[in-house]
């Protein structure tokens, strides 16, 4: 298995643009989940989805975050529009429940907004 | 609201010596624990995963205990190498209970460096 694939590996933007991560699952797990790493704040989890229904999106900061998982092969994290403070790590993640539950995390997306 | 606390923060050791790093959390009622490890730039890579009914698990040189009731987890590295220097995380997973039962809480890390 390739593991959760994401890209791109790097992003940089200007302030205002729209950025669109995404997001490669491993192949039957039944989770996904986007998570964003900060010196400041370390890893946050920001929205999950189960069966591609989000679950529980109360990290999305903003209204300007949101994210998608159209099938149960691909998910997108999207900025509109973006800000400085936006620049971080973001991360996905797989799981499958009935396996222990154990997270495989992706190599991340480094954002800057410039 | 569950808070995991890792350890020293940073440790730094000679090549070949056995270290224990430690991770705290001040909710017992966990599914799980994971440490992973990550390197400079890279993203988590799984170590070691314990079952909140398990005591410990061993992979290689790497043994991982939990003790739930103290809410505390160590993570074992005997024989350390170079190669071993990275950040060490440990997260853990609430047990169901009708929330957000899959939101892992992470501590901070544990950046260790191994001397050559």
């Known amino acids: 298995d390739a593991g959760v694939i994401q890209s791109p590996r790097h992003e940089v933007t200007e302030m205002g643009q729209e950025v669109t991560l995404r997001c490669k699952p491993i192949?039957?797990?039944?989770?996904l989940f986007w998570y964003r790493q900060t010196m400041m704040r370390g890893l946050e989890l920001l929205i999950y989805f189960n069966n591609n229904v989000p679950i529980d999106d109360s990290g999305m900061p903003e209204d300007r975050f949101s994210a998608k998982m159209p099938n149960a092969s691909f998910s997108t994290l999207k900025i509109q529009p973006s800000e400085p403070r936006d620049s971080a790590v973001y991360f996905c993640?797989?799981?499958?429940?009935?396996?222990?539950?154990?997270?495989?995390f992706g190599s991340g997306t480094r954002l800057t907004v410039v | 609201k569950q808070e995991v606390t890792q350890i020293p923060a940073a440790l730094s050791v000679p090549e070949g010596e056995n270290l224990v790093l430690n991770c705290s959390f001040t909710d017992s009622a966990i599914y799980n624990l994971q440490w992973f490890r990550q390197d400079p730039g890279k993203g988590l890579t799984s170590l070691l995963l314990i079952q909140s009914s398990q005591r410990e698990q061993t992979s290689g040189r790497l043994n991982a205990s939990l003790d739930k009731s103290s809410g505390r987890s160590t993570l074992y590295i005997a024989a350390s190498q170079p190669g071993d220097s990275a950040t060490y995380l440990c997260?853990?997973?609430?047990?169901?209970?009708?929330?957000?039962?899959?939101?892992?809480?992470f501590g901070k890390g544990t950046l260790l460096t191994v001397n050559p």
């Open positions: 192949s039957g797990h039944d989770y």
């Open positions: 993640a797989s799981s499958l429940q009935g396996k222990g539950g154990g997270y495989t």
């Open positions: 997260a853990v997973r609430p047990r169901p209970s009708g929330g957000s039962n899959y939101k892992l809480t």
